[in-house]
């Protein structure tokens, strides 16, 4: 499995810098990194037409936000990383002390 590494991460926050949406800024939603696109909040808003049904008996119209390739964005400020912790187990700790 080959991992494909990305300048930008969930949680950054972004600039747009080129394209359509230029000067915009917000939070990285989500990360696509074999399509090389972001996903950033309030940016690229797209409406979706919901057809009827029992829960919507009139239908609707749903916007949500499209995705922005990673070329176009740049980082202006890292998000908090949570750092993983590797579980100890106890047959470890065993081989250790002996």
Do not use: Y
């Not at 919507?56 to 499209?66: D, F, K, L, V």
């Not at 980082?75 to 250790?96: L, N, T, Y």
């Amino acid at each position: 499995m080959n991992r494909i590494k990305m300048h930008v991460k969930k949680g950054d926050q972004v600039e747009v810098i080129s394209g359509n949406f230029t000067g915009s800024t917000g939070k990285v939603l989500q990360v696509l990194p074999r399509k090389n696109r972001v996903l950033i909040e309030g940016v690229r808003m797209i409406k979706r037409h919901l057809r009827k049904s029992q829960d919507r008996p009139q239908g609707s119209i749903a916007e949500r936000e499209g995705p922005i390739h990673a070329s176009n964005v740049k980082v202006v400020e890292r998000g908090e990383r949570i750092k993983k912790k590797k579980k100890k187990s106890a047959e470890s700790k065993k081989e250790k002390t002996k």
